[in-house]
């Protein structure tokens, strides 16, 4: 069964860091795109950041650009999401997800095969 498991959140205080992690079981993460997702309560789901399946490509939402920094390690079935410099706006629940194709259509919810349960992020004083 194709299973992938978020893990790492918390809460944390503004400024502070933290590094999920998402753990892909009954299939081979590396030939799969992965995207990282977060959801705020009462907003949409958007795009954070992707990796393409080498990792020599990565692409971010502006929202967190040089804040946030996505890795992949195929050897352990797992990518990651470094967040440093955490701003309360960055609360949400936060997925992982994946898909075949790299590029277009990156951030939209819809054009994924697959998806975590979400590990929840808090950033508060």
């Known amino acids: 069964q194709l299973q992938l498991v978020e893990s790492g959140g918390g809460l944390v205080q503004p400024g502070g860091s933290l590094r999920l992690s998402c753990a892909a079981s009954g299939f081979t993460v590396e030939y799969y795109v992965i995207t990282w997702f977060r959801q705020a309560p009462g907003k949409e789901r958007e795009g954070v950041s992707c990796?393409?399946?080498?990792?020599?490509?990565?692409m971010y939402a502006d929202s967190v650009k040089g804040r946030f920094t996505i890795s992949r390690d195929n050897a352990k079935n797992t990518v990651y999401l470094q967040m440093n410099s955490l701003k309360p706006e960055d609360t949400a629940v936060y997925y992982c997800?994946?898909?075949?194709?790299?590029?277009?259509?990156?951030?939209?919810?819809?054009?994924?095969?697959?998806w975590g349960q979400g590990t929840q992020v808090t950033v508060s004083s």
């Open positions: 997800a994946a898909r075949t194709l790299y590029g277009s259509g990156w951030s939209t919810p819809a054009a994924y095969d697959y």
């Open positions: 990796i393409s399946r080498s990792a020599s490509s990565t």
